[in-house]
């Protein structure tokens, strides 16, 4: 964690205002006047771009706000410059690297998306200059030397300290010589068919098995199906996963191919050969699915623009080969219901079985589905799909007065960060869409089954504030009844330099965090924090945040 020595932190506030109005808050104030509601708060303040070079940003886990104090006020330090220069070999073969530098790290806050930091390459001279935030002592940055020529030099990954002591420059001098791509091991081969025939089109890459990180350069292959690929030198293992993938020029029905391969035996020319055969299939057969759904009056409706994607998994088990060969194929649905694509058919010793992912439009009234199916031995018209509606919630947003708030946006979320994260591709994206509250502060949407956070943002012009429904459990229709959406405390902070300077122009982001995550480290419990407040600080560094006041619950409200 960043060390809370970079910051000072404080709450002061004062002054209070009232309104009433059926789309208005019933009452807004600032501490102590009013309280906060009891929740835990994480911060994120960027500088603007121009800042850069002056001042860095912040991420804290955990802020606390004083109810008796006056201002939140928030310090930012001068950034840690990692300056250097990349060069590739040594002596009269030294050339210059043309790419780009990227440093990742953590963020602070869990559930948050690591934090990134770029800068290119000089072209004449490979040097750089990329400023990034300080780190807490023990905390490292990765840092990646990516080329611009994919095929030419394997990204390299270094770890970099950019932690700060008292009577430390804040830079760190960190010069890269890469070595001569003719000394790094050569892995190269042949993609074919099972009697030969080249397979051209597919692009190779060699792989961490673990993270999934790129170890190689990327290739494609060409006429005759070769490829070729330089192995970075730094490897976590020296078993890595070969894979080739087909793209758009690759011959209609080419699966994608995965194999183990073991890296510490290069032969005395530094060179490891890898062939890949496609198991026997036979050709793609053109199918074509209905895609249907019983609406709420009871009539069959199609579902139209669903993402579908048919997955087989193809391997040659018999032979015993050590090649992994997974089929994919992707379609949307037209405007009568239908999916036309190419699958590999069943055959008389094989049932080709693929896994189904159908997933309609956030707009849709029906759920998404993922189900196993086998494919026909010829084409044609394939069994019929039908999707089950999708759950409906239902409710009120209220007032402290309980008077109905019109124009209220309702957000669904995700309630993981695993739920967000785990799609692999369209079709596995549960869509979500957000609606808005009526003149009776009604809200209606539909949602897949599942646990979703719901959002209630209101407008700005409101003066209310953004609070959130966590962990709620969707498996048939769901009323929430009334909401209480509660008035508003305002939080004003003042955002300054290390000198003590107003920073104007600043991006100041409180983020509610769930009390669960504290026993949790995982993607698959942990919940993502929920933007509480946002604004822009001014001329004089201050920027206005409002946060939900503590009140009395009302009956039958949540």
Same mark, same amino acid.
Request: proline share 9%; with cysteine.
């Given at each position: ?234 490897? *976590? ?5 070969? !894979? %080739?993938?087909? =793209?758009? /020029? +690759?011959?209609?029905? @080419? &699966?994608? $191919?995965?194999? *183990? ?5 290069? !032969? %005395?020319?530094? =060179?490891? /050969? +890898?062939?890949?055969? @496609? &198991?026997? $299939? ?277």
């Amino acid at each position: 964690m960043m060390r809370l020595s970079l910051f000072a932190l404080m709450v002061t506030l004062a002054g209070c205002s009232a309104g009433s109005s059926a789309a208005a808050p019933t009452m807004s104030c600032s501490p102590p006047a009013c309280q906060l509601e009891s929740q835990l708060l994480a911060l994120e303040v960027t500088p603007a771009p121009n800042q850069a070079l002056m001042l860095s940003d912040v991420d804290l886990a955990s802020v606390t706000v004083d109810p008796s104090s006056g201002l939140l006020q928030v310090q930012l330090p001068a950034p840690v410059i990692i300056s250097g220069k990349v060069t590739v070999g040594q002596g009269a073969r030294a050339t210059i690297l043309n790419g780009a530098v990227v440093a990742t790290r953590a963020s602070h806050i869990f559930g948050r998306p690591d934090k990134f930091y770029q800068t290119a390459l000089d072209n004449p001279t490979g040097t750089y200059s990329l400023p990034v935030s300080p780190t807490a002592p023990g905390e490292l940055y990765q840092l990646r030397i990516v080329s611009s020529d994919s095929s030419h030099y394997p990204p390299q990954l270094f770890t970099v300290d950019a932690s700060i002591t008292p009577g430390t420059p804040l830079a760190v001098h960190f010069d890269l010589q890469l070595d001569d791509p003719m000394t790094l091991t050569q892995i190269s081969g042949l993609v074919t068919d099972l009697v030969g025939s080249p397979v051209p089109g597919m692009q190779v890459q060699a792989v961490d098995p673990t993270s999934k990180n790129v170890l190689s350069t990327t290739a494609i292959t060409d006429g005759t199906g070769a490829y070729a690929l330089r192995l970075s030198k730094k490897l *976590p293992a020296q078993m890595v996963q070969l !894979s %080739a993938t087909p =793209t758009a /020029t +690759a011959p209609m029905g @080419t &699966p994608a $191919l995965q194999v *183990p391969l073991d890296v510490s035996h290069a !032969s %005395a020319a530094n =060179t490891i /050969t +890898a062939n890949l055969a @496609t &198991p026997p $299939l036979p050709a793609t057969q053109r199918f074509t699915y209905r895609v249907s759904g019983v609406g709420s009056s009871g009539a069959e409706m199609p579902v139209v623009n669903a993402s579908c994607q048919f997955t087989a998994f193809v391997s040659d088990v018999k032979s015993g080969s050590p090649v992994t060969a997974v089929f994919q194929a992707s379609a949307d649905t037209t405007a009568d219901g239908t999916v036309t694509v190419d699958l590999i058919p069943s055959d008389a010793k094989t049932s080709r079985d693929y896994q189904v992912t159908v997933s309609p439009p956030s707009t849709s009234d029906f759920q998404g589905a993922s189900f196993t199916m086998t494919a026909g031995t010829t084409d044609g018209f394939g069994p019929p799909v039908t999707l089950l509606l999708r759950p409906q919630v239902s409710g009120r947003v209220i007032d402290a007065n309980s008077q109905p708030i019109k124009n209220v946006t309702i957000l669904p979320g995700p309630s993981t960060v695993a739920a967000a994260l785990n799609a692999t591709s369209l079709a596995d994206l549960v869509k979500l869409s957000p609606t808005s509250t009526d003149s009776a502060g009604r809200f209606v949407l539909r949602v897949d089954s599942g646990t979703y956070d719901f959002g209630l943002i209101p407008l700005s012009a409101m003066m209310l504030p953004r609070k959130w429904l966590g962990g709620t459990m969707v498996t048939d229709d769901l009323t929430l009844g009334d909401v209480l959406l509660p008035p508003g405390a305002m939080v004003h902070a003042i955002v300054t330099d290390p000198s003590g300077n107003a920073v104007a122009a600043a991006s100041v982001q409180l983020y509610s965090i769930s009390p669960t995550n504290g026993t949790c480290s995982e993607n698959a419990c942990l919940a993502p924090p929920r933007l509480a407040a946002e604004g822009t600080s001014d001329a004089g560094g201050s920027v206005g945040l409002l946060l939900p006041a503590e009140t009395a619950p009302l009956a039958n409200t949540r």
